[in-house]
């Protein structure tokens, strides 16, 4: 049951999330990014390069290893999640510039992800030979990350009326499907968890402010409007923790390497509900005073 579930179940329903996502989007929100251009470039610098360097970093300081290191390398190549646009919305950020970097990021995470997956591979698994980045597996990934959306972004242009009654139930759909992911890949490897939580947590946790702080932080200090800074910490802060489930159990076939996704899907929500907060409370002040 346990197998039927991961190799038939995750990618039905990651695939459905995929297609919500590409009912969102437009190729508008691609030629966005030249409205955008200093603003885009430094995020997904931020989530391309700075992030899976910190990721790297703090696997090193609490010594994870073998398929906990991997998986943490997996979930933080993974493009924004789809709940990124409602914190940004909450935060008072620029949802448009989310949109166009959802949709650049889920392009790249195309050949992103694959790279990345093959050096954690090779870094932390060398000695294993069951679990690999054969080309087939790499086809896969394509299947998973870019054919869905392209579908829902030709449905939507196809069938406007349609595609707007159905957002709102896929949006449901997406989080109903994050939610069981999460709980699959923490009941199955629950000892796991246990022998580790010492570090997975704390990681997960960490990896999920520091996503935040970079992601609002760097914008920032390079002066990227404060709307905009706000959207990439949240597009940056809030991986696809479903995405990475999936494709560490049904394509790369380790339910382990899944495990740091599941930890991080649980605990991602509190940093990026109090970073809303604090900058929706920072906003209204700056607001207020301007006003005044």
């Known amino acids: 049951m346990g197998a039927q579930i991961v190799s038939i179940f995750l990618p039905a329903a990651l695939a459905l999330v995929m297609f919500g996502l590409g009912l969102s989007l437009t190729l508008a929100d691609f030629a966005r990014v030249v409205t955008y251009p200093k603003a885009a470039v430094v995020a997904l610098t931020c989530q391309i390069f700075v992030l899976p360097a910190i990721c790297y970093g703090l696997i090193v300081l609490f010594g994870l290893n073998g398929v906990l290191a991997v998986g943490m390398m997996l979930l933080v190549a993974s493009p924004g ?9 909450l935060a008072g950020g620029d949802v448009a510039l989310n949109i166009t970097l959802t949709a650049i990021n889920s392009v790249l995470a195309v050949f992103t992800l694959p790279l990345v997956v093959a050096w954690s591979l090779a870094r932390f698994m060398a000695d294993d030979a069951s679990i ?10 394509f299947a998973v990350v870019l054919i869905p ?18 957002q709102k139930p896929v949006k449901i759909a997406s989080v109903v499907v994050l939610v069981l992911a999460v ?7 629950f000892k796991l968890l246990l022998d580790n939580s010492d570090t997975l947590g704390p990681v997960a946790l960490l990896l999920s402010v520091l996503s935040l702080a970079v992601g609002y932080g760097v ?8 709307r905009q ?6 597009e940056i802060g809030i991986h696809n923790a479903a995405l990475a489930i999936t494709l560490a ?3 790369l076939g380790s339910e382990p390497m899944a495990v740091p996704a599941g930890i991080y899907g649980t605990v991602m ?3 990026a509900a109090i970073a809303a907060y604090a900058l929706s409370r920072k906003r209204s002040r700056v607001v207020s005073v301007s006003g005044a």
């Open 229 to 234: 800074a706000i959207a990439s910490a949240m």
């Open 183 to 189: 709980t699959f890949s923490i009941a199955g490897n």
């Open 81 to 89: 999640g789809t709940s990124a646009n409602l914190f940004s919305h």
């Open 149 to 166: 959306v392209a579908i829902g972004m030709g449905v939507r242009h196809r069938y406007l009326g349609w595609t707007e009654k159905m």
């Open 132 to 141: 690999g980045l054969q080309p087939a597996k790499l086809v896969q990934m």
């Open 219 to 226: 914008p920032r200090l390079l002066r990227v409007e404060r």
């Open 269 to 271: 929500f509190v940093p």
């Open 249 to 251: 159990m049904s394509v």
